[in-house]
């Protein structure tokens, strides 16, 4: 079912481009080289080492995706844009913007039935430099919009020394906000089952500043029963130097989101129509509606060329309406936060000893109202009312030294304070109950060693460590604690990362038909403590003992000459409990679930040399287990996918068109699967259905006044 019609304000502008006449074009002789999709040497991150670095000077697994990579994608989810990096596993929940994603396995618990719907776990998300994420570590994707975006940073290992709790990894996405010239930018597409897409961007260039607008609606009324959505979102953002040495950034966005949950089904009802919803959420008409706004501004000055101060604020007010678990819910919050760094180097360039040290901190509080539902809508009687804050407070340090000849070492810690504040406001009461309280504190130690084969080859090593406390609906109390409001019996997730690594790109020209090859290694082990676990589908969660994860990650691309070139992505996981037993049983030995052992990913693509793309790309996901006594599991799948555009010129007008398909071979595949389901036996529901092959295509109109 249409959510609402489409805006017309992004309506229009396509079908003036489709009336537009298309003869007598040339072929766009500025399209973007193809080797700048993967890694180059020099390649600047704007999150590396919390702050801009060339990529192959860090020591841990980076991988940076442009938005040629995914421009010829159906843009819906992040999963579009991440489905060929190594280490990382991405699925659309419903083919929509609800996105489950886990880096190296974190974040793979945020797949229970009772998590937050378009929520993700374990990963610390950015959009241009600024925190999507919570201050209790849940991430909602609301704000992301592929249209809008450059390039995306992905920061593969674990990283809370640097990005404090829920650091997993990191993912940073870029927006197209440093344009050499002003411009206007209109995407229109269209695709299977309903799915409308319209953006419309604009670049002004003013003096050395430069701003951006941009603004999209997306609409998809799902393949599953009870799995439509639409969503709008809007952007700007502002970038100056006043001088040479001074950098300011202002950021100003809104998004307005309405989606349904068909939720998850058993293997019988899988394998027979996996078309159908849950029963139970179709009669609850279980949705989201999120409005959501932010301010924010990020200040970087150097001085003497040496000492260089950076400074970060933003507030996010949100407004969420919710119908799950029979209540509706609604909530006010207000996040708020911010962070400085200061960097100091011993010489102007990356030669001499660098020394950094920052703090970060958020909070965020407000009410949640819990309705009565009546035939899925709110019901008059009020049954509480919550309130609820969780703050965020990071200390970190890093000191960077060049040693002889090409070897570079990297030492810091970072010291993390979380903070849950929780009140019950009974109805009818005069007085809330007393105030209950959960802190956490840990400190996080980070050593390295990178050595530079050369300017276009590196080696690292590394130990480092990560902090993930549970979100706030993972705090809830277990039943037998029917007066608390917090659970005091969770622990925070803390993990020990070694890892190898090697990476690089180059010319090969010792090999006539091959151009250039660029490469990614990494080999680790993560040993994992008190691993939060959700129990009953996630009506409450609590602290498993130990785990360890053995992996292997490998990423490469080869382009050859006459415009051919292949890209693959390898991942090798193997993830156990070490020490896990309680009253629901011994676990030991066991794998953790949600977690696949295999990733492959790969693919060709083609560039005419009169304009024209064509790209074949295949997914593969090892299958894996759902619950901790590894008796169900989501089955594995290989996806074939393939896509063709064709990019024209005319004066300061480029019109580029674009066609594809995913899932060719009709392969019925799980796009995720609930962690430990309630209920028992058959009559679970944990498989939530990926889409069937699905058909979508676009324009673009790029205009240079």
């Known amino acids: 079912m249409r959510l609402s019609p489409p805006n017309p304000l992004f309506s229009f502008i396509p079908l003036f481009l489709i009336s537009s006449p298309l003869f007598g074009q040339t072929p766009d002789s500025t399209r973007r080289d193809s080797l700048k999709t993967y890694h180059l040497p020099g390649e600047v991150l704007v999150i590396g080492a919390r702050g801009e670095k060339n990529r192959l000077k860090l020591p841990m697994a980076v991988s940076v995706i442009e938005a040629e990579g995914f421009s010829k994608s159906r843009k819906a989810g992040l999963n579009d844009a991440l489905r060929d990096v190594p280490g990382v596993f991405a699925q659309s929940r419903a083919g929509g913007q609800d996105v489950r994603l886990t880096i190296r396995g974190f974040g793979s618990r945020g797949n229970g039935e009772r998590s937050n719907a378009a929520t993700i776990r374990g990963v610390k998300v950015l959009v241009d430099g600024f925190p999507a994420s919570e201050p209790d570590g849940r991430t909602a994707l609301d704000q992301l919009d592929l249209n809008a975006a450059e390039r995306i940073e992905v920061i593969r290992s674990n990283a809370s020394t640097l990005f404090g709790n829920a650091s997993g990894g990191v993912v940073n996405v870029e927006s197209k906000s440093r344009f050499p010239e002003s411009f206007v930018e209109n995407n229109a597409a269209l695709g299977s089952f309903g799915l409308e897409k319209n953006s419309l961007a604009a670049g002004l260039t003013l003096g050395s500043g430069r701003l951006l607008f941009s603004g999209s609606r997306t609409i998809f009324d799902g393949w599953r029963e009870h799995t439509g959505s639409s969503s709008s979102q809007y952007y700007a953002i502002y970038n100056s130097n006043p001088d040479a040495n001074t950098h300011l950034k202002l950021l100003a966005s809104y998004v307005h989101v309405r989606f349904r949950i068909a939720g998850a089904l058993t293997q019988s009802q899988f394998n027979v129509d996996p078309e159908q919803s849950n ?99 709110r ?256 089955p594995s799948y290989f996806i074939l996918n393939a896509s063709a555009g064709y990019g024209v010129k005319f004066g300061n007008l480029r019109l580029e068109g674009f066609l594809g398909a995913n899932n060719l071979a009709d392969k019925k595949y799980a796009a995720s699967a609930f962690i430990n389901p309630s209920g028992s036996g058959p009559a679970r529901a944990f498989l939530e259905p990926g889409l069937p092959p699905n058909y979508f295509g676009g324009i673009q109109l790029h205009f240079v006044p």
């Open 279 to 377: 029963p139970t959420y179709l009669a609850r008409d279980e949705r989201r509606f999120n409005r959501t706004g932010k301010l924010g501004f990020n200040l970087t000055k150097t001085v003497s060329g040496r000492h260089t101060l950076e400074v970060l604020g933003y507030v996010e007010p949100k407004v969420l309406e919710r119908s799950e678990r029979n209540t509706f819910r609604n909530f006010n919050r207000f996040n708020i936060g911010g962070g400085t760094v200061w960097s100091w180097r011993e010489k102007k360039d990356d030669s001499g000893l660098r020394l950094s040290a920052g703090a970060d901190a958020g909070y965020q509080d407000g009410s949640i109202q819990f309705y009565e539902l009546t035939s899925g809508q």
């Open 379 to 634: 019901g008059d009687s009020l049954r509480s009312n919550q309130k609820e804050g969780a703050g965020a407070f990071g200390l970190f340090v890093q000191m960077e030294r060049p040693l002889k000849g090409k070897l570079k070492v990297l030492l810091g810690g970072r010291f993390d304070h979380q903070l849950y504040l929780a009140q019950e406001l009974p109805t009818g009461a005069s007085a809330g109950t007393p105030k209950e309280k959960l802190i956490f504190n840990h400190l996080t130690p980070k050593a390295a060693l990178l050595f530079a084969l050369s300017d276009e080859h590196s080696l690292y090593a590394q130990l480092g460590g990560g902090v993930e406390v549970p979100a706030f609906n993972e705090v809830d109390p277990p039943s037998t604690l029917p007066s608390a409001i917090l659970n005091p019996f969770m622990k925070p997730m803390s993990s020990t990362t070694i890892e190898i690594g090697a990476k690089g790109v180059s010319e090969i020209p010792s090999i006539p038909f091959l151009r250039t090859l660029s490469y990614d290694l990494a080999l680790y082990r993560i040993g994992i403590k008190n691993e939060i676990v959700p129990y009953d589908g996630g009506s409450w969660y609590f602290s498993a003992g130990r785990s360890r994860r053995w992996g292997f990650e490998t990423g490469a691309k080869a382009t050859f000459t006459h415009g051919l070139s292949a890209r693959g992505a390898l991942t090798l996981m193997d993830a156990k409990y070490t020490n896990y037993a309680n009253e629901l049983g011994n676990f030991s030995g066991n794998k953790v679930p949600g977690i696949p052992r295999i990733l492959f990913n790969g693919g060709l693509r083609y560039e005419a040399p009169f304009g024209a793309t064509a790209d074949f790309g295949f997914e593969h996901a090892g299958f894996y287990f759902a619950d901790d006594a590894n008796t169900i599991w989501a």
